[in-house]
């Protein structure tokens, strides 16, 4: 079962991956967890990447197909994985349809996880982190038992630039630029399935596992 998950950024895909992943026994393949591990490793193809994002220039298209295809054929990928945060564009997904049909095999699903813009604003923006220890809270679904306050460390919350309003409406437009077209790609070929994002996670996943168990 090979699975790409869809949707914008805050809308919960990366929690339902690795719920997915945990349910049915495949890895949680996540395009920035491969980067670093190569990095890390000092492979040749982590030397490669990290020679572009050294410059602050994206990795070609071609060499993160390389990466991911290198991950995905290692043993604990042979019944299955779920992609996340790859592909972000048509041209991506072009050359990974390309790569993955040289090897005779396909993706069987692309799941979207779908949630309106204005509540990906609402459930980012309330976001709160301890500049200490790191723990996150939620203002509105898991609030610290006293405002702007960590429980664990009694440290200051604050908003990190990345779930700032202004942010997370420009990370939306680049992702209804770039990545929402996927959408409608997935659809010509018969294999996306979309899911209402809005409802509790737990909900979602109940909904995701009715499609996977079809």
Do not use: W
Request: charged share 30%; glycine share 8%; hydrophobic share 35%.
């Amino acid at each position: 079962m090979k699975i790409i998950m869809l949707g914008a950024p805050g809308a919960g895909k990366g929690t339902q991956a690795k719920k997915i992943a945990a349910e049915y026994g495949i890895p949680h393949v996540s395009t920035g967890d491969i980067f670093r591990a190569n990095i890390k490793e000092n492979t040749e193809l982590g030397k490669e990447a990290k020679s572009y994002m050294d410059k602050g220039q994206l990795v070609p298209d071609e060499l993160t197909v390389k990466i991911l295809l290198d991950r995905v054929a290692k043993d604990d990928c042979k019944k299955g994985y779920v992609l996340d945060g790859y592909p972000r564009t048509i041209p991506q997904a072009e050359v990974l349809d390309k790569a993955v049909k040289e090897l005779n095999e396909k993706i069987d699903y692309a799941i979207n996880v779908d949630v309106p813009d204005e509540n990906i604003i609402n459930r980012m923006s309330g976001r709160r982190a301890c500049v200490k220890c790191g723990a996150t809270y939620h203002i509105t679904f898991m609030p610290p038992k006293k405002e702007n306050v960590c429980d664990n460390c009694q440290s200051q919350l604050i908003i990190r630039d990345d779930d700032k309003p202004e942010t997370v409406k420009n990370r939306l437009k680049v992702y209804h630029d770039q990545t929402q077209p996927l959408i409608e790609y997935y659809k010509g070929q018969g294999i996306l399935k979309e899911v209402d994002g809005t409802k509790d996670i737990d909900v979602v996943f109940e909904d995701i596992k009715s499609i996977l168990n079809a």
